[in-house]
């Protein structure tokens, strides 16, 4: 029989994975009566022991001591979840290899079962509590409730056994009952329970799909459970609407069918876990999601106004992505999200959150019809665009809400939101049939779009990026649309691949006034910050958006603070920094009319030196005068006026130098068409270097040539001889310039292993 439907008779059994505070059931009439003598001295030794601890002041662990998990199963991992009353472990099972998530909590006698459902049952009749005025002292006002009830009644006056009748109470009725463990594991992302007597069954971080031993062998109580569960999220759910989609007190997502009406197999729920603390493109970044240039991509375009769908499959992380990158909004702009179920959770102070609501007394007979009192996301849309928002993110579009959001975005609004499907193609199929019907000539108001997928990376399942499209417009004949892949994910190498083209980029560059080498320079500048991020671990959303604020207000003392940590780290680090950096320059390249990233890396770095040492300086100067007395600042003046000048032609002259050394090509090219070469434009700086040696001898072998013809003006008869030879030697010369040239070209195309550097 498969592992999900085999019974619990055949899991770890409580024999097997019973704590020290119960004993295993047995059957004492089968024992001689030594062995009873045995097993009552080691209860009374037991019972010593552990009232030594408590009066020591020490609570003893009441699950995971001595544990046996058999033969037929092998340990995979163990951690705690709430130490010391419920701890996780990850079992193989040998029998069917399949893997099994197996809670440990502290097992209550028969007598402590009595104790706490009459303990339950004088608390909901005579304990009074707002939930919400007492929303975090609840814990401590239940506790001490339980107190008085144990003392009224004289109930166990041992410590472990109060320890677990506090914790009981606190799971079943401020937590989340039987699967109170469950919801308090960070690793689980969905709890899956499929009917009753089936075993609940979770996604695991780590292990994927996992069953439990966790099970409602009772109809009834299930059914009492999801009712509970409904009220609790202030919903209702009943025969006459026995599905429910509701949000849960700590923000996870729940489905919940109630009885055979719409499941056959009886009452379920699925729930999708909520993270306390949201993913941020730093999490992102480091399960390998997206690349750090990507990223970039992300904050630019959001930055600048750009509109983005997160398209994929189910659970391919399009929320998580869409609520990790609107950390990059600005933060003082006005944000409108729309959503059915919350799950967008953002930083910002000017944000209006807004949810959907279900009408009252059902669906109305019209097809098609709402309820009285429902507002849909079409009603929460078209009013979020009178609110005049600068950013409008919508949870998922699947419905007429998409038509006004594209109409939205035509009309010149920001927007975001997510979409299932798995291609582009897919993509504008979904949106132009039924039930979103968008026209094609709308669709072009969307910028890009980020498509994700669940794949398997050895061995392992992941979330990647498959690539980020660009919309660019429709063909006017064929009415095709027409794409940019701007970047895609490497299966075989699990790389991202930036294409070298993005349409993105350019409106950014029209919008911000930029170069292309500016908007790569502010690309690579904000990897760096990412970068930064990853390894000082700012990961908290709040710590993150602190850091984009500051970098929108401040960028250079952010940039100062990410160069200097770092740098930190030797010369090759310092290298790839100073690759990034040739933005720094950025001004004084247009000041200077030079551009440094013709030189090596090594001469850029010097260059970039120098001005910032002569920058320096000159704010110090200029600090100086404004602080002198008023008769002394002419003189000030004039003497910086004239080391100013002083200081830009050294750097001129140096700047000459570096191109005459560095930058033969330049060099080449009015030689080149001086003697009637072919293009040499396709050569590398070494192959153009040498090749500039061989035209230059061949230059000076002509000038020498001349001045012959000079002296040799008397005697035309050797003028002519000498010129004859000239005309020979030239014609062979530029034969082997020509040969020399068709190298160089080739030996660029396809440099040896170790010229490739050059």
Known sequence: MGAAGKSMDTLPDEAGLIGP?????????????????????????????????????????????????????????????????????????????????????????????????????????ALNINRETLEEEQEEFLKQAVDDILNSYRLPSRKSNREKIHYFIERDLIGYGKIDSLMKDPNIEDVSCDGPGVEIFVYHRRFESLRTNIVWPDEEELERYIIRLAQRCGKHISIAEPLLDAT?????????????????????FTIRRFRDEPFTPIDLLEFKTFSSMQIAFFWLAMQYGMSMLFVGGTASGKTTSLNACSLFLPWQQKIVSIEETRELNLPHPNWIPG????????????AGAKAAGAVDMYDLLRAALR?????????????????????????????????????????????????????????????????????RVGGKRV??????????????????LLTNEAFRWDNKTDEF?????????????????????????????????????????????????????????????????????????????????VQHDLDLSGARKAEEGVDLTEFPLGVQQKFQKR????????????????????????????????????????????????????????????????LGLATVSSLSVREAGRLLKSSNRELAARAKAEV????????????????????????????KLQGELAKRVERSANPRWWHRWF
């Open 463 to 480: 979330r990647r990026c498959k690539g980020i499209i660009e919309i660019i417009g429709i063909d006017p004949h064929s009415h095709e």
């Open 611 to 674: 001005m910032a040492k002569e920058e320096a300086r000159r704010t110090k100067v200029e600090m100086r005068i404004t602080a002198a007395a008023e008769e002394k600042r002419p003189t000030l003046e004039a003497k910086e006026t004239a080391q100013r000048a002083k200081a830009a032609a050294n750097l001129e002259r140096d700047l000459l130098k570096a191109q005459a050394r560095y930058v033969p090509l330049r060099q080449l090219e009015p030689i080149a068409a001086q």
């Open 21 to 125: 505070d119960v004993e295993a059931p047995v059957d004492e009439s089968q024992l001689s009566w030594r062995e009873k003598r045995r097993l009552r001295k080691e209860r009374r030794q037991l019972e010593k022991a552990r009232g030594a601890a408590e009066k020591a002041g020490v609570i003893h662990d009441l699950v995971m001591d001595d544990i046996d998990i058999g033969e037929d199963f092998e340990e995979l991992d163990t951690y705690p979840v709430r130490p010391p009353y419920s701890y996780v472990r990850i079992l193989f099972d040998k029998r069917d290899y399949s893997r099994f998530y197996y809670v440990v909590e502290p097992k209550a006698s028969p007598q402590e079962e009595k104790d706490l459902e009459m303990i339950k049952d004088v608390l909901q009749r």
């Open 248 to 268: 849960l007190m700590d923000g996870s997502r729940i489905v919940m069918t109630l009885g055979r009406e719409v499941s056959t197999r009886g009452s379920t």
């Open 497 to 577: 691949v930036f294409t070298g083209k993005s349409y993105v980029f350019e409106k950014i560059m029209m919008k911000a006034n930029l170069n292309r080498v500016e908007i790569m320079d502010e690309t690579k500048r904000r990897q760096l910050v990412l970068e930064w991020c990853l390894k000082k671990g700012i990961r908290d959303y709040r710590d993150f958006a602190r850091v984009v604020s500051e970098y929108y207000v401040h960028p250079e003392d952010v940039m100062r603070q990410v160069y200097a940590d770092l740098q930190v780290g030797g010369r090759k680090r310092r290298r790839k920094v």
């Open 355 to 366: 949810c959907t609501r279900e009408g009252f007394g059902g669906e109305t007979a019209a």
């Open 387 to 455: 609110e005049r928002p600068e950013y409008i993110i919508v949870g998922e579009i699947r419905g007429a809400e998409a038509y006004v959001l594209f109409q939205a975005m035509a009309t010149g609004h920001t927007t975001y939101s997510t979409f299932h499907a798995d291609s582009i193609q897919s993509l504008v199929h979904r949106l132009e049939n039924k039930p979103i019907e968008i026209p094609r000539v709308l669709i072009p108001a969307l910028d890009a779009i980020s498509i994700q997928i669940q794949t």
């Open 708 to 735: 012959r013809q000079v002296k040799l003006a008397g005697n035309p008869e050797k003028q002519a001889q000498a010129a004859a030879k000239e005309e020979a030697r030239q014609a062979k010369a530029m034969t």
